[in-house]
């Protein structure tokens, strides 16, 4: 699910080439991401919350951000 979740990030970060202050949001979200898929389920639903509490206001209301917000729940309901 983390592998999708990335490529859902890129997948934005094509299609928002004009917006470079959102092209640094999700290069710097992909950064903190990726390494997720290396730990266990528990770490990386830690991890994740981590990186959702860490977003920046502007960008807490973003589609990528409420992906990740369902990422997390879906983590946690396996």
Do not use: K, Y
């Amino acid at each position: 699910m983390v592998e999708l979740f990335e490529e859902f990030i890129r997948d934005e970060m094509n299609d928002s080439l004009e917006d470079t202050e959102r092209q640094q949001f999700l290069s710097h979200l992909l950064g903190d991401v990726e390494p997720i898929r290396e730990v266990g389920m528990e770490d990386a639903i830690q991890r994740l919350r981590t990186i959702q509490e860490s977003l920046r206001e502007e960008f807490r209301a973003d589609l990528v951000s409420l992906h990740l917000a369902d990422l997390i729940d879906e983590l946690e309901a396996l």
